[in-house]
Protein backbone atom coordinates (compact mmCIF):
# COMPACT_ATOMS: atom_id res chain seq x y z
CA UNK A 1 0.00 0.00 0.00
CA UNK A 2 1.15 3.78 -0.89
CA UNK A 3 1.70 6.39 1.67
CA UNK A 4 -1.07 7.91 -0.70
CA UNK A 5 -3.49 4.82 0.05
CA UNK A 6 -2.66 4.89 3.24
CA UNK A 7 -3.65 8.73 3.62
CA UNK A 8 -7.00 7.97 1.41
CA UNK A 9 -8.27 4.53 3.70
CA UNK A 10 -7.73 7.63 6.68
CA UNK A 11 -9.73 9.81 5.34
CA UNK A 12 -12.62 7.37 4.31
CA UNK A 13 -12.21 6.64 8.21
CA UNK A 14 -11.99 9.90 10.48
CA UNK A 15 -13.26 12.44 6.97
CA UNK A 16 -12.69 15.78 8.04
CA UNK A 17 -11.76 14.99 11.77
CA UNK A 18 -8.55 13.56 10.17
CA UNK A 19 -7.96 16.80 8.83
CA UNK A 20 -8.83 18.98 11.49
CA UNK A 21 -6.22 17.28 14.29
CA UNK A 22 -3.53 16.79 11.41
CA UNK A 23 -3.70 20.66 11.20
CA UNK A 24 -3.89 21.50 15.05
CA UNK A 25 -1.22 18.96 15.91
CA UNK A 26 1.28 20.32 12.90
CA UNK A 27 0.57 23.61 13.92
CA UNK A 28 0.44 23.47 17.95
CA UNK A 29 4.17 22.07 18.23
CA UNK A 30 6.44 25.66 18.20
CA UNK A 31 9.65 24.71 17.49
CA UNK A 32 9.34 21.65 15.31
CA UNK A 33 8.38 22.37 12.08
CA UNK A 34 5.89 19.97 11.43
CA UNK A 35 4.17 20.21 7.91
CA UNK A 36 0.28 19.66 7.65
CA UNK A 37 0.09 20.74 3.84
CA UNK A 38 0.87 16.39 2.63
CA UNK A 39 -2.30 15.60 4.47
CA UNK A 40 -3.92 18.65 2.61
CA UNK A 41 -2.85 17.53 -0.85
CA UNK A 42 -4.20 13.99 -0.09
CA UNK A 43 -7.10 14.69 1.21
CA UNK A 44 -7.88 17.00 -1.62
CA UNK A 45 -8.15 13.71 -3.88
CA UNK A 46 -10.11 12.10 -1.47
CA UNK A 47 -13.32 11.53 -2.96
CA UNK A 48 -15.13 11.31 0.45
CA UNK A 49 -14.36 15.28 0.91
CA UNK A 50 -15.29 18.35 -0.74
CA UNK A 51 -12.37 20.49 -1.27
CA UNK A 52 -13.21 23.86 0.16
CA UNK A 53 -14.35 22.09 3.55
CA UNK A 54 -10.91 20.57 3.36
CA UNK A 55 -9.81 24.49 3.16
CA UNK A 56 -12.03 25.66 5.51
CA UNK A 57 -11.64 22.57 8.49
CA UNK A 58 -7.76 22.50 8.11
CA UNK A 59 -8.12 27.15 8.49
CA UNK A 60 -10.07 26.23 11.50
CA UNK A 61 -7.24 23.70 13.14
CA UNK A 62 -4.51 25.78 12.43
CA UNK A 63 -6.26 29.04 14.44
CA UNK A 64 -7.28 27.06 17.44
CA UNK A 65 -3.43 26.01 17.24
CA UNK A 66 -2.06 29.54 17.11
CA UNK A 67 -4.63 31.16 19.33
CA UNK A 68 -3.28 28.83 22.40
CA UNK A 69 0.15 30.03 21.20
CA UNK A 70 -1.10 33.61 20.51
CA UNK A 71 -2.80 33.26 24.09
CA UNK A 72 -0.14 31.83 26.12
CA UNK A 73 2.50 34.72 25.22
CA UNK A 74 -0.22 37.30 25.79
CA UNK A 75 -0.48 36.46 29.13
CA UNK A 76 2.96 35.56 29.66
CA UNK A 77 3.18 39.41 29.51
CA UNK A 78 2.50 39.59 32.86
CA UNK A 79 5.56 37.83 34.34
CA UNK A 80 7.50 40.60 32.70
CA UNK A 81 8.40 43.69 35.19
CA UNK A 82 6.89 47.35 34.55
CA UNK A 83 10.63 48.36 33.33
CA UNK A 84 10.49 45.93 30.37
CA UNK A 85 6.73 46.39 29.54
CA UNK A 86 7.94 50.25 29.12
CA UNK A 87 10.04 49.75 27.23
CA UNK A 88 8.32 47.35 24.95
CA UNK A 89 5.38 49.58 24.69
CA UNK A 90 7.11 51.54 21.43
CA UNK A 91 6.40 47.70 19.62
CA UNK A 92 3.48 47.85 21.29
CA UNK A 93 1.74 50.86 19.58
CA UNK A 94 3.36 49.95 15.91
CA UNK A 95 2.11 46.32 15.94
CA UNK A 96 -1.25 47.11 17.26
CA UNK A 97 -1.52 49.36 14.12
CA UNK A 98 0.19 47.11 11.58
CA UNK A 99 0.32 43.59 13.23
CA UNK A 100 -2.93 42.30 11.50
CA UNK A 101 -1.27 42.80 7.91
CA UNK A 102 1.82 40.95 9.48
CA UNK A 103 -0.25 38.62 10.54
CA UNK A 104 -2.19 37.54 7.74
CA UNK A 105 0.76 37.45 5.32
CA UNK A 106 2.86 34.96 7.57
CA UNK A 107 -0.60 32.70 7.60
CA UNK A 108 -0.28 33.07 3.51
CA UNK A 109 2.96 32.22 3.51
CA UNK A 110 5.06 28.78 4.41
CA UNK A 111 7.47 30.17 6.43
CA UNK A 112 7.24 29.98 10.38
CA UNK A 113 4.69 32.15 11.54
CA UNK A 114 5.25 31.52 15.31
CA UNK A 115 7.98 34.44 15.49
CA UNK A 116 5.76 36.94 13.93
CA UNK A 117 2.96 35.63 16.25
CA UNK A 118 4.36 35.17 19.70
CA UNK A 119 5.56 38.81 19.59
CA UNK A 120 2.06 40.05 19.01
CA UNK A 121 0.77 38.06 22.33
CA UNK A 122 3.64 39.90 23.72
CA UNK A 123 2.79 43.11 22.69
CA UNK A 124 -1.27 42.20 23.59
CA UNK A 125 -2.19 42.76 20.50
CA UNK A 126 -6.06 42.32 19.78
CA UNK A 127 -6.30 38.86 19.88
CA UNK A 128 -10.01 39.14 17.82
CA UNK A 129 -8.24 40.76 14.81
CA UNK A 130 -5.46 38.64 15.32
CA UNK A 131 -7.61 35.68 14.79
CA UNK A 132 -9.30 37.27 11.68
CA UNK A 133 -5.94 37.87 9.78
CA UNK A 134 -4.71 34.24 10.58
CA UNK A 135 -7.74 32.43 9.68
CA UNK A 136 -8.34 34.30 6.39
CA UNK A 137 -4.23 34.03 5.62
CA UNK A 138 -4.48 30.16 6.32
CA UNK A 139 -8.03 29.61 4.37
CA UNK A 140 -6.78 31.31 1.43
CA UNK A 141 -3.00 28.87 1.79
CA UNK A 142 -4.94 26.04 2.19
CA UNK A 143 -7.53 26.76 -0.99
CA UNK A 144 -4.17 27.30 -3.39
CA UNK A 145 -2.82 23.87 -2.07
CA UNK A 146 -6.40 21.79 -1.99
CA UNK A 147 -7.09 22.75 -5.67
CA UNK A 148 -3.56 22.75 -6.92
CA UNK A 149 -4.05 19.09 -5.78
CA UNK A 150 -6.99 18.61 -7.28
CA UNK A 151 -5.98 20.20 -10.60
CA UNK A 152 -2.61 18.78 -10.92
CA UNK A 153 -4.26 15.25 -10.00
CA UNK A 154 -2.88 12.10 -7.85
CA UNK A 155 0.57 12.16 -9.89
CA UNK A 156 1.92 14.96 -8.63
CA UNK A 157 0.52 14.00 -5.27
CA UNK A 158 1.95 10.93 -4.72
CA UNK A 159 5.57 12.05 -5.94
CA UNK A 160 4.75 15.15 -3.30
CA UNK A 161 4.44 13.37 -0.41
CA UNK A 162 6.61 10.35 -1.11
CA UNK A 163 9.16 11.56 -0.25
CA UNK A 164 11.47 11.32 2.51
CA UNK A 165 12.09 13.71 5.34
CA UNK A 166 16.18 13.57 5.92
CA UNK A 167 16.76 13.46 9.58
CA UNK A 168 19.61 15.93 9.08
CA UNK A 169 17.34 18.38 7.80
CA UNK A 170 14.66 18.12 10.19
CA UNK A 171 17.29 18.41 13.12
CA UNK A 172 18.73 21.38 11.82
CA UNK A 173 15.33 23.19 11.12
CA UNK A 174 14.47 22.51 14.77
CA UNK A 175 17.57 24.02 16.23
CA UNK A 176 17.08 27.54 13.75
CA UNK A 177 13.44 27.12 15.04
CA UNK A 178 14.57 27.27 18.62
CA UNK A 179 17.50 29.95 18.25
CA UNK A 180 15.58 32.36 15.79
CA UNK A 181 12.59 32.11 18.23
CA UNK A 182 14.72 32.95 20.64
CA UNK A 183 16.52 35.82 19.44
CA UNK A 184 13.01 37.25 18.62
CA UNK A 185 11.89 37.05 22.15
CA UNK A 186 14.93 38.08 23.78
CA UNK A 187 14.92 41.25 21.33
CA UNK A 188 11.07 42.01 21.98
CA UNK A 189 11.41 42.12 26.04
CA UNK A 190 14.85 43.39 25.90
CA UNK A 191 15.51 46.13 23.42
CA UNK A 192 14.83 49.95 24.13
CA UNK A 193 12.25 50.22 21.08
CA UNK A 194 11.69 54.22 21.46
CA UNK A 195 15.41 54.04 20.11
CA UNK A 196 14.89 51.54 17.42
CA UNK A 197 11.61 52.69 15.76
CA UNK A 198 11.44 56.10 17.19
CA UNK A 199 13.03 57.31 13.57
CA UNK A 200 10.52 55.65 11.53
CA UNK A 201 7.50 56.01 14.02
CA UNK A 202 7.72 58.83 15.56
CA UNK A 203 4.04 58.44 17.03
CA UNK A 204 5.37 55.40 19.05
CA UNK A 205 6.90 56.75 21.42
CA UNK A 206 4.64 59.51 22.83
CA UNK A 207 3.66 59.35 26.39
CA UNK A 208 2.03 56.02 27.53
CA UNK A 209 -0.43 58.65 29.58
CA UNK A 210 -1.58 59.95 26.02
CA UNK A 211 -2.77 56.38 25.08
CA UNK A 212 -3.30 52.31 26.31
CA UNK A 213 -0.69 52.78 29.78
CA UNK A 214 1.41 49.59 29.06
CA UNK A 215 0.52 47.85 31.32
CA UNK A 216 -2.95 47.91 30.37
CA UNK A 217 -4.63 45.01 28.61
CA UNK A 218 -5.99 45.51 25.10
CA UNK A 219 -9.32 43.39 24.69
CA UNK A 220 -11.44 44.20 21.76
Known amino acids: MTT?????????????????TASFIGSIIVFVPVPYFPILV???LSEQLDPNLISLVSAVGVLLAKMIIFYASYYGRSILSEKTKQRMFPLQRVLRRYGGFG???????????????IPLGLARYSPWKFAIATFAGKF???????????????????????????????????????A????????????????VIGRWFPWAIDSPDSDESPSQSNFP
Open 4 to 20: LDWLFTLFDSFGYLGVF
Open 140 to 178: ILNEIIVWSSVILGRPFVESFISRDIDPMYLTVGIIASV
Open 103 to 117: AFIVALTPIPDDLVY
Open 180 to 195: ILIIVVYLSIRVDWAK
Open 42 to 44: AAA
